[in-house]
């Protein structure tokens, strides 16, 4: 037991992501989530700003990770392969446990609001990818078009990953994706009906 | 001179965007844009539901137009040719009369709620495209790259074609960034430092 309140911070959120996922976003309040941690509304309100934040706060280290593993690819890398090793770090650490990433997307795509948040952030992420392929180098164009279709890729993998449509490894999913897009760009015959 | 107002949305809508781009998005009320446009302010809530809308309303025509595009994209083009060929009408339209498209944008970038708004807005273009393409015969996740994709693609562009970087022309340069992600997918060396 620490001096205070140990893992007050992640009890906290575990809690509030069951509540969200139960009972709603909206109708949940942050005293209910203290509550449900066995702590008080006054130590939520000391570690998360609102009740927003709880699913939020995480996305400081995730753009840290993205960063460094654009910034630590190998130096013969392109770009997408940057961006694809970047993804794929933070793919590993969301199927170590994947369970909250699961609830939390379940949250989030039921309220507006937290959707178009999410979108900003991922916008966010982008661009600061886009940032460190242009300290690796790479020209501003092509810089900003891996980032962002890196991140498309992402988003598009992740619903994928989430709906479990195919084997639930996040990181082979988004080698699949990544691969796929690839042949989108060079098989021209993909587009034709199917007859 | 029609029966009562005669094209009071136009005159509402540029109103408006004149007005949020000279004093911001917040600082203006209904009340301003309706005076401005020579209208009454019952007038604009009869046109647009809230301040907002009217930097949104045209989004239901550009889905349309993206959407009829995609359909019509000759048989044998692939999903990603499909996408192209649908941003770049889009393009066509926005360079007909681009100061409208500036003045938007600059007036969307600087507010958090309005950027967020419309990363949902390109979202909801994502998913239409994607849906137009599964129509057309292409494979669920082919057709969901190939629309995010090409939106990402779309987003990098339009803020390049607005820093005026390059010839102002959209569609050309639409043209110019599918070409240039289709080099950092095939080239490896774009990502080496330069040396």
Chains 1, 2 share one sequence.
Do not use: C
Request: net charge negative.
């Amino acid at each position: 037991m620490g001096r205070w309140e140990p893992n007050a911070r992640g009890r906290l959120a575990q809690a509030a992501l069951t509540l969200y996922a139960e009972q709603g976003f909206e109708q949940t309040t942050a005293a209910e989530i203290a509550r449900s941690a066995g702590l008080t509304e006054r130590t939520f309100f000391r570690h998360f700003a609102d009740k927003r934040e709880v699913l939020f706060y995480g996305s400081d280290s995730v753009l840290d990770l993205l960063v460094q593993a654009v910034a630590g690819a190998p130096p013969a890398a392109g770009p997408l392969d940057a961006v694809s090793a970047a993804l794929q770090a933070v793919g590993a650490v969301i199927q170590e446990t994947p369970e909250p990433a699961r609830l939390r997307y379940a949250v989030v795509s039921a309220n507006q609001e937290l959707r178009e948040r999410e979108l900003a952030k991922l916008a966010e992420f982008a661009a600061a990818m886009a940032a460190a392929l242009r300290d690796r180098g790479v020209p501003e164009l092509a810089a900003s078009l891996a980032a962002e279709t890196g991140t498309a890729v992402y988003r598009v993998t992740f619903a994928r990953w989430i709906a479990g449509q195919a084997q639930p490894d996040l990181p082979e999913l988004l080698r699949e994706s990544m691969a796929e897009l690839r042949e989108v760009f060079t098989d021209r015959l993909l587009g034709s009906p199917a007859s």
